[in-house]
């Protein structure tokens, strides 16, 4: 993605995704001094995750306050030299996070029609800045076993958007929530404007000590950097199947996440964060770090203040 415009970035979790949905937060959470203060870290792009509902009314129309907050939200990265991944976080039947109650999208026709007609029209209003704008079909797909209707869908869904936006850049992610080791399962891309797209909170025992939320890791462990099995040596071997795939198909490869969790102490965070960012630069993948305020991964977080422009070096 280096040449692309797409290598270095922060994620603005929790902005039109993974919130309440009120008209407080969504006007509030982010304002334009934070894209601001994000071109001053170095980053070239913000990723934007959004949840289908906030530009999608529940008869199917669409909702234009959802979409103008989105257009204020592309004009402030813009004005800010910043280029932007537009990343769907939910769709009408599926999410990553089981708690939303979102349900039968890989065997729905109905809601895989939505899902076409969604970026359809996202294609429409935004498919003409293909310099500054990329599309990512969809977040972390979970199980395996969703590969082949995935692949089946994501290539109608790239079919009709290409009849939209031709130029577009279209990430697309594996299953076991984007993991490296799944890229290699995709299929070939669908034209030369396609992107693999992984996430890696590798080792996830100390990416994610003291999450609740996952029954992969004990949320009573701690583990301090040294103790963990991140070293260069270990992303290499992590990723190794994707670079064979990207190499193989001569297309970009993208980390869209990756991050430490609040409970781990500064130096620890920035220690990570140093190794992994190796590997990426090592490889020209573009990355985008998870993320910039709030949900347990904060960049902002005071904890990361002594620490923080050493790990914007390696961002």
Request: include cysteine.
């Amino acid at each position: 993605m280096k040449q692309h415009g797409f290598y270095k970035g922060i994620n603005l979790g929790g902005w039109f995704s993974q919130c309440d949905y009120t008209d407080e937060h969504l006007d509030s959470f982010i304002a334009e001094s934070d894209l601001a203060v994000i071109a001053s870290w170095g980053a070239d792009h913000v990723r934007l995750p959004i949840d289908y509902n906030i530009v999608e009314n529940e008869d199917g129309t669409w909702n234009e306050i959802g979409f103008a907050r989105l257009d204020k939200a592309f004009g402030w990265a813009r004005a800010h030299g910043l280029n932007i991944v537009l990343d769907l976080h939910k769709t009408t039947g599926f999410s990553f996070d089981a708690g939303e109650n979102e349900a039968g999208f890989f065997d729905n026709a109905t809601y895989q029609e939505q899902f076409y007609r969604l970026w359809e029209e996202f294609a429409r209003r935004y498919g003409n800045d293909p310099d500054h704008l990329a599309f990512e079909l969809l977040n972390e797909v979970t199980d395996k076993s969703f590969l082949p209707a995935w692949n089946r869908i994501a290539h109608e869904c790239i079919r009709r958007i290409r009849a939209i936006a031709p130029q577009t850049l279209i990430l697309v992610g594996g299953y076991d929530n984007n993991a490296a080791w799944a890229v290699k399962d995709l299929e070939a891309p669908y034209d030369d404007r396609i992107v693999y797209n992984f996430h890696c909170y590798e080792p996830l025992k100390f990416t994610h000590q003291g999450a609740t939320w996952t029954d992969k890791i004990d949320p009573d462990e701690r583990i301090a950097f040294a103790e963990s099995e991140a070293t260069e040596a270990y992303f290499e071997e992590l990723f190794a199947s994707a670079i064979e795939a990207a190499k193989k198909y001569n297309v970009p490869l993208y980390c869209g996440e990756y991050g430490v969790i609040d409970r781990v102490g500064g130096e620890d965070t920035s220690r990570w964060y140093e190794c992994i960012n190796a590997v990426l630069d090592r490889h020209g993948i573009g990355r985008c770090a998870w993320t910039y305020k709030k949900l347990d991964f904060g960049l902002t977080d005071s904890r990361l203040d002594s620490v923080r422009s050493q790990i914007l070096a390696h961002i």
